[in-house]
C-alpha cells in the first residue's frame, strides 16, 4: 500500500520562507517520479516541482523557478522542498504526490500532466501554506 505524507506548511510572512517534506512508503516500483504540486481556491491544481527517480533534471513551474529548490533521497523516498522570497500569491494547498514511472517519463511530464489526468499517481492530504501581505 503506497503511502503518502506531507510535513510542514504554516503561516509566513511575505518574503520569508519556509521548508516542506514528503515521503513516500510502499512504492512498487524502483522508477518512479516524485513532486510537489499547489491548488488555490478557486484555481487547478498544478505541478511546481517534480523529479523522476533515475534523473538529475529537476522541474520547476516558470512561477517558482529561482525561489524553490527541490531535492530527492531516492533512499528514503523523500522530497524536501525550500521555499523562498515567499509571496502572497504562493498561498495554496500544497501536495505531495509519486507516479509511476514508466507513465511519466520525465520530472515535467509528471508535474504537467498528473494534475488533469490522475493515473498511475499517489497523492498526499496535502498542507496548507498561507503567505501573509
Known amino acids: 500500500q503506497v503511502q503518502v505524507m506531507e510535513s510542514g506548511g504554516g503561516l509566513v510572512q511575505a518574503g520569508g520562507s519556509m521548508r516542506l517534506s514528503c515521503t513516500v512508503s510502499g512504492l512498487p516500483s524502483g522508477d518512479y517520479v516524485m513532486g510537489w504540486f499547489r491548488q488555490a481556491p478557486g484555481k487547478e491544481r498544478e505541478g511546481i516541482s517534480c523529479?523522476?527517480?533515475?534523473?538529475?533534471?529537476?522541474y520547476y513551474d516558470d512561477s517558482v523557478r529561482g525561489r524553490f529548490t527541490g531535492s530527492r533521497d531516492n533512499a528514503q523516498n523523500t522530497l524536501p522542498l525550500q521555499m523562498n522570497s515567499l509571496k502572497p500569491e504562493d498561498t495554496a494547498m500544497y501536495y505531495c504526490?509519486?507516479?509511476?514511472?514508466?507513465?511519466?517519463?520525465?520530472?515535467?511530464?509528471?508535474?504537467?500532466?498528473?494534475?488533469?489526468?490522475?493515473?498511475?499517481?499517489?497523492w498526499g492530504q496535502g498542507t496548507q501554506v498561507t503567505v501573509s501581505s
Open positions: 504526490a509519486a507516479g509511476e514511472g514508466r507513465i511519466y517519463s520525465s520530472g515535467y511530464s509528471f508535474c504537467v500532466n498528473a494534475p488533469t489526468t490522475m493515473r498511475s499517481s499517489y
Open positions: 523529479i523522476r527517480s533515475t534523473s538529475s533534471i529537476t
